[in-house]
């Protein structure tokens, strides 16, 4: 468990240094920056907050930006610290959502924006329980790999929000909002096997399509999916490209993309959860 | 300028560079750079054997040469060129000649 703490809001001042390291959208946002600092690192998100990582002992400080709630902060930390953190320690997290299909789970991974909750929600929705919508926690068993459950909680923009929880409250646009696992969109609580992952596309395909990945074009899509607190430091980069490696050696994985129209849900739900059941027979 | 390797020029691996093999493949990733490189079969046998100390060109032919079905002169040719491509890209270096 991380000590962690949460100090009031502050305004965020220019860091006297140059990021070693900086996440950056397809668009050419950055989204978080990662800085060095005397007792270990502090990941800024800009104009959200900034995240103090004591290296000794892991504990975190996060300081809200100025108008940043603090409750929102709290899912940064959540969706990327923890998990970066769990990865620094030697554990198996990426960016993405998951679901029950059969007797298994299937991740869905991509970039931010990709679908990743829409698409847990609409097998939610569809009889088939999320895990967890952001990040996928992995665990090895004897049996092999489980995916971890994580909050009963989807975080939908206001367009996913209508679609899948027409009942509750409308979210404001552009932002998201949070629904609690429900009888329409349930939560599955325990851990389940890992069946498959998915990669999704950037939804510019008219067609729902699945194509196998080889495990070495697997690895290297994988690995981009990871929460690395520091690249530069190497025995644990490559500690963590060792534990990818074998999850992509062991684990089917395939390229997905299907055009991002509400309509289409149904049919790619069809198509992944037929072909996911299907392989479980074989 | 590229330099000309001779057959005995000697390499190892990049300390930067870690490699695996899935599914047939072997993945080298520069842990400097973050790139991501792809060997084949025999590239990740070259590999292999520059990881278990067979260090010079003509070693690393010998290699090949026992464990794949081709001529010599081809194997030193397409040995020649994976490694020249491999320094190039600063995943070997050239420890001597």
Same mark, same amino acid.
């Given at each position: 468990?991380?000590?962690?703490?949460?100090?009031?809001?502050?305004?965020?001042?220019?860091?006297?240094?140059?990021?070693?390291?900086?996440? #950056?959208?397809?668009?050419?946002?950055?989204?978080?920056?990662?800085?060095?600092?005397?007792?270990?690192?502090? #990941?800024?998100?800009? &104009?959200?907050?900034?995240?103090?990582?004591?290296?000794?002992?892991?504990?975190?400080?996060?300081?809200?930006?100025?108008?940043?709630?603090? &409750?929102?902060?709290?899912?940064?930390?959540?969706?990327?610290?923890?998990?970066?953190?769990?990865?620094?320690?030697?554990?198996?997290?990426?960016?993405?959502?998951?679901?029950?299909?059969?007797?298994?789970?299937?991740?869905?991974?991509?970039?931010?924006?990709?679908?990743?909750?829409?698409?847990?929600?609409?097998?939610?929705?569809?009889?088939?329980?999320?895990?967890?919508?952001? #990040?996928?926690?992995?665990?090895?068993?004897?049996?092999?790999?489980?995916?971890?459950?994580?909050?009963? #909680?989807?975080?939908?923009?206001? &367009?996913?929000?209508?679609?899948?929880?027409?009942?509750?409250?409308?979210?404001?646009?552009?932002?998201?909002?949070?629904?609690?696992?429900?009888?329409?969109?349930?939560?599955?609580?325990?851990?389940?096997?890992?069946?498959?992952?998915?990669?999704?596309?950037?939804?510019?395909?008219?067609?729902?399509?699945?194509?196998?990945?080889?495990?070495?074009?697997?690895?290297?899509?994988?690995?981009?999916?990871?929460?690395?607190?520091?690249?530069?430091?190497?025995?644990?980069?490559?500690?963590?490209?060792?534990?990818?490696?074998?999850?992509?050696?062991?684990?089917?994985?395939?390229?997905?993309?299907?055009?991002?129209?509400?309509?289409?849900?149904?049919?790619?739900?069809?198509?992944?959860?037929?072909?996911?059941?299907?392989?479980?027979?074989? | 300028?590229?330099?000309?390797?001779?057959?005995?020029?000697?390499?190892?691996?990049?300390?930067?560079?870690?490699?695996?093999?899935?599914?047939?493949?072997?993945?080298?990733?520069?842990?400097?750079?973050?790139?991501?490189?792809?060997?084949?079969?025999?590239?990740?046998?070259?590999?292999?054997?520059?990881?278990?100390?067979?260090?010079?060109?003509?070693?690393?032919?010998?290699?090949?040469?026992?464990?794949?079905?081709?001529?010599?002169?081809?194997?030193?040719?397409?040995?020649?060129?994976?490694?020249?491509?491999?320094?190039?890209?600063?995943?070997?270096?050239?420890?001597?000649?």
């Amino acid at each position: 468990m991380t000590p962690f703490s949460m100090l009031n809001q502050q305004p965020q001042d220019e860091i006297p240094a140059s990021p070693y390291d900086c996440w #950056v959208t397809p668009d050419g946002d950055e989204t978080a920056q990662f800085y060095r600092t005397a007792t270990g690192y502090c #990941v800024r998100f800009p &104009d959200q907050a900034d995240f103090l990582i004591d290296v000794d002992s892991l504990s975190v400080q996060c300081i809200p930006a100025d108008g940043m709630a603090q &409750d929102d902060a709290l899912i940064l930390y959540y969706n990327s610290i923890q998990p970066m953190l769990g990865n620094y320690r030697g554990q198996l997290h990426m960016h993405a959502s998951a679901v029950r299909c059969g007797t298994g789970a299937i991740g869905f991974l991509g970039l931010s924006r990709r679908g990743k909750t829409t698409l847990a929600g609409a097998f939610a929705s569809a009889g088939h329980p999320f895990l967890t919508e952001d #990040v996928l926690s992995i665990t090895i068993s004897e049996d092999g790999y489980l995916v971890q459950p994580s909050r009963p #909680v989807l975080r939908l923009f206001s &367009d996913s929000a209508a679609l899948l929880a027409p009942h509750e409250p409308e979210a404001e646009s552009g932002k998201k909002i949070s629904f609690s696992a429900q009888t329409s969109l349930p939560h599955w609580s325990r851990p389940c096997p890992l069946t498959a992952l998915f990669l999704l596309g950037p939804g510019e395909s008219e067609i729902t399509s699945i194509e196998r990945l080889q495990p070495a074009d697997a690895l290297t899509q994988l690995m981009r999916h990871s929460f690395i607190l520091d690249v530069e430091d190497r025995p644990r980069l490559k500690a963590h490209f060792d534990r990818i490696a074998a999850l992509a050696r062991a684990t089917s994985c395939f390229a997905l993309d299907y055009p991002r129209r509400y309509g289409e849900l149904h049919k790619v739900i069809e198509t992944v959860s037929t072909m996911v059941t299907g392989e479980q027979i074989d | 300028m590229t330099k000309v390797f001779d057959l005995q020029d000697r390499f190892a691996p990049g300390a930067d560079v870690v490699a695996r093999e899935v599914g047939g493949e072997t993945i080298l990733l520069d842990l400097g750079t973050g790139t991501y490189f792809g060997l084949n079969e025999v590239g990740g046998k070259l590999w292999q054997s520059l990881e278990a100390g067979q260090r010079s060109i003509s070693e690393l032919c010998d290699t090949v040469e026992q464990t794949f079905d081709a001529k010599r002169d081809i194997i030193e040719r397409d040995v020649v060129a994976l490694v020249q491509d491999l320094a190039n890209r600063n995943l070997i270096i050239l420890e001597s000649t």
